[in-house]
Nanobody, 126 residues
Framework: QVQLVESGGGSVQTGGSLRLSCAVS????????MGWFRQSPEKRREGVAV??????DYADSVKGRFTIIRDLAKNTLFLHMSNLRPEDTAMYYC?????????????????????WGRGTQVTVSS
């Protein structure tokens, strides 16, 4: 049974940093596309970053500020976030596809990503 459990969210001021973690069980992280997504009350769920094999991709809004990393030995996916802005405030979710296809992850995350965690809240104050 696949299980994804996020942690590491919190409240920071503009310019601060956070590291999100996603503990993964029941799947081979190396055989799927994994990603971080976020959703705020006024927006649809959107893709933040994905990792597939050794390749990563980021939404334009977070390039240069966020880094997605996976630790296969620890079965954990990380999202390092720096220079945070108020517009980064959202619930952040970890998700995995069932294969190496990431699909249209930026705009239609649920099309390829079938397993989701419950999320961790990130709040950035100005």
């Amino acid at each position: 049974q696949v299980q994804l459990v996020e942690s590491g969210g919190g409240s920071v001021q503009t310019g601060g940093s956070l590291r999100l973690s996603c503990a993964v069980s029941g799947m081979n992280m190396n055989a799927v596309c994994m990603g971080w997504f976020r959703q705020s009350p006024e927006k649809r769920r959107e893709g933040v970053a994905v990792i597939r094999g050794g390749e990563t991709d980021y939404a334009d809004s977070v390039k240069g500020r966020f880094t997605i990393i996976r630790d296969l030995a620890k079965n954990t996916l990380f999202l390092h976030m720096s220079n945070l802005r108020p517009e980064d405030t959202a619930m952040y979710y970890c998700a995995a596809s069932r294969n190496l296809i990431c699909g249209p992850w930026m705009v239609r995350p649920t099309e390829a990503f079938s397993d989701w965690g419950r999320g961790t809240q990130v709040t950035v104050s100005s």
